[in-house]
DNA sequence: AGAGATAACGTACGCTGTACACATGAAGCC
DNA sequence: GGCTTCATGTGTACAGCGTACGTTATCTCT
């Protein structure tokens, strides 16, 4: 097999074939580390695996990202650049709930992303985008400054806290949560007993928009305009 | 120095003085771990860390938690321990803001446990009694099933994406936040730029009760009595 | 005192990120 | 074309990580 460097003369053949100049990006290995990321998990996002995807080796890749946190960090900032910028309505509320509900599912669908998102602090521009589309729906509201930053703030907290019920979740796991629940001892868990079989789809779409709505009203009683 | 072992038929002292037998136990060693958690940051939790800062060797652990991950859940748990379960009002509303105010305070004050209790399950004993707490402050206002655990998973999940911010601030980053985002181009971030100040402290206390007001308005809104 | 159990420990292995030296291929210059 | 120069791909090596495995020392029970 690959009889392509019959070099007889140098008797054991120390390096592969190489792969030519351009054949290297940064975009080609932020895809690779994707592509590692989400077949293998976040856990599984080692420089040596993205090498491997690229079939290329491990040190190549210092060529073009001096660390490998400034890599995570291209493939963070290209996720979040994924972000849907559309205010469709004319309701700025309903708008809102569009923007909450439009990122969280930019987090659902990037599962590995959420916990180093969350570690990072990643200031890069995709985020500042997603900060001033909510900003100009709230501005909508007659909502600025501090008000706005806090509101800004509390959607995304809330989606990042929710992530990671939903990310965590291990639906294979047995026992089953209300299972596991209903076998505490009834005298000091009563409550959590009595809403095991509601725990059980803890952080569900159905809970989320029940909070989501819960803030949005909280939201629309300080806007200035009824 | 050292003179305790002066075995001279032995040429190298191929272990040093062995602690004695009861010197390790879990409890011991979860505080050390917490040591070198507070001091060096969760990054440095190592198990050679923990090792030293008992003066001890790190295969020695290993006969007390199986891997580090299960040592890494005991002090997690410790934490959460830590929990004031106290409902001082008459007023569940109020008891419900105090509730949230313990637990983030509770986060706050262990900042490198946010990233490990975000991205764990860990459904230890202190996590049930959390929210045993908070289902029985949510039952005083009539709110029950699920819209009492997704009231309870709302104010979790706002608290840990909150401390998301406030863990990842580097107050003695340069330049400044309001700074750098103020040299953003502006035609593209207007409204990024004119509540830059108000970006300055985001994460802060005043922006998460204005967020936390609006949630328990919310919550108050739909719950049954008025 | 002797024996058995077990807690503490040392060594070693495969893995990680990455510093460093080296090899190679494309581009500019004569 | 030949030669130089420089950017880029690669191999080797090292410190540090979690931890499997085998050794020892100490405690307990006769």
Same mark, same amino acid.
């Not at 993205?50 to 890749?61: F, G, I």
């Not at 590995?112 to 900060?131: D, E, K």
């Given at each position: 097999?690959?009889?392509?460097?019959?070099? *007889?003369?140098?008797?054991?053949?120390?390096?592969?074939?190489?792969?030519?100049?351009?054949?290297?990006?940064?975009? &080609?290995?932020? /895809?690779?580390? /994707?592509?590692?990321?989400?077949? /293998?998990?976040?856990? #599984?996002? *080692?420089?040596?695996?993205? %090498?491997?995807?690229?079939?290329?080796?491990?040190? $190549?890749?210092?060529?073009?990202? $001096?660390?490998?946190?400034?890599?995570?960090?291209?493939?963070?900032?290209?996720?979040?650049?994924?972000?849907?910028?559309?205010?469709?309505?004319?309701?700025?509320?309903?708008?809102?709930?569009?923007?909450?509900? !439009?990122?969280?599912?930019?987090?659902?669908?990037?599962?590995?992303? +959420?916990?180093?998102?969350?570690?990072?602090?990643?200031?890069?521009?995709? $985020?500042? &985008?997603?900060?001033? /589309?909510?900003?100009?729906?709230? %501005?909508?509201?007659?909502?600025?400054?501090? #008000?706005? +930053?806090?509101?800004? !703030?509390?959607?995304?907290?809330?989606?990042?806290?929710?992530?990671?019920?939903?990310?965590?979740?291990?639906?294979?796991?047995?026992?089953?949560?209300?299972?596991?629940? $209903?076998?505490?001892?009834?005298?000091?868990?009563?409550?959590?007993?009595?809403?095991?079989?509601?725990?059980?789809?803890?952080?569900?779409? #159905?809970?989320?928009?029940?909070?989501?709505?819960?803030?949005?009203?909280? +939201?629309?009683? *300080? %806007?200035?305009?009824?």
């Amino acid at each position: 097999m690959k009889p392509s460097t019959p070099q *007889t003369t140098s008797p054991a053949p120390r390096q592969r074939q190489r792969r030519p100049r351009g054949s290297l990006t940064p975009d &080609r290995i932020v /895809e690779a580390a /994707e592509r590692v990321a989400t077949t /293998e998990g976040f856990e #599984a996002l *080692t420089v040596r695996a993205v %090498a491997a995807d690229l079939e290329s080796s491990a040190m $190549a890749l210092y060529r073009h990202f $001096a660390t490998k946190e400034l890599l995570v960090d291209a493939l963070l900032d290209t996720v979040l650049g994924r972000f849907d910028c559309a205010s469709p309505t004319d309701d700025w509320l309903e708008d809102l709930r569009i923007f909450a509900r !439009s990122h969280r599912r930019l987090l659902t669908m990037h599962p590995w992303a +959420v916990a180093p998102l969350f570690s990072h602090p990643s200031p890069g521009l995709n $985020a500042v &985008r997603i900060g001033e /589309e909510a900003l100009r729906i709230l %501005a909508r509201g007659g909502i600025t400054d501090d #008000a706005a +930053v806090a509101t800004f !703030s509390g959607i995304i907290a809330l989606n990042y806290g929710w992530s990671a019920f939903t990310v965590a979740r291990d639906d294979s796991a047995e026992p089953t949560l209300p299972t596991a629940l $209903a076998a505490l001892p009834a005298d000091q868990f009563p409550l959590t007993i009595s809403v095991a079989t509601s725990m059980g789809n803890y952080g569900s779409d #159905a809970h989320y928009n029940l909070v989501l709505n819960h803030l949005l009203t909280g +939201v629309k009683s *300080t %806007a200035p305009e009824p």
